[in-house]
C-alpha cells in the first residue's frame, strides 16, 4: 500500500496553490475596490461586477473539491491520480480567475478554465462514485 502523507501530501498542495489564487482574486478585487471608491457591493463597475462573480465562482468550486479529492486520499487514491486532478482543477481554476481579472479577456481563458475544473470534478466524482458502490457491492 501506498504511503498516505505522500497523497495527503499532494492534496495539500493543490489545496495551497488554489488558495494562493482565492487570494490573488481577492487582492485584486480589493484592489478594484480601492481605484473606484466602492466599499461594499459592484457600484454598478462592470469590471467590479466580473471580478466579484469570478471569486464567487472560484469559492463556489473550490471547496467540494478538495472535500472529494481528501476523501479520495484517505480510502487509497494512488498519488499519482492526486497529483494529476490537482492539477488539471488548479491550471483550471488559475485561467479562470485570470479572466475575470482583467477588465477584458478573451473566451478561450474562461472557457478552457471551467472546462479543465469542470474535467477534474467529474474524473473525481465517477472515481469516488464508482469505488463506493464497488465497495459497497463488496
Not at 454598478?44 to 469570478?54: A, E, F, M, S, V
Request: glycine share 16%; charged share 10%.
Amino acid at each position: 500500500m501506498q504511503d498516505l502523507t505522500s497523497v495527503l501530501s499532494a492534496v495539500g498542495i493543490y489545496a495551497a496553490l488554489n488558495m494562493a489564487i482565492l487570494l490573488w482574486i481577492a487582492t485584486e478585487t480589493g484592489r478594484l475596490r480601492g481605484r473606484y471608491k466602492v466599499s461594499i457591493g459592484d457600484g454598478g463597475i462592470k469590471h467590479l461586477i466580473r471580478i466579484i462573480r469570478g471569486h464567487a465562482n472560484a469559492v463556489e468550486n473550490m471547496p467540494m473539491f478538495f472535500v472529494m479529492l481528501l476523501i479520495g486520499a484517505l480510502i487509497g487514491m494512488p498519488v499519482s491520480a492526486a497529483h494529476g486532478l490537482g492539477l488539471v482543477f488548479t491550471i483550471g481554476r488559475a485561467l479562470h480567475a485570470w479572466h475575470f481579472i482583467q477588465e477584458d479577456a478573451p473566451g478561450w481563458q474562461r472557457g478552457g478554465g471551467f472546462g479543465l475544473s469542470f474535467l477534474a470534478q467529474v474524473v473525481l466524482l465517477i472515481g469516488l462514485l464508482g469505488h463506493g458502490l464497488w465497495t459497497l457491492a463488496g
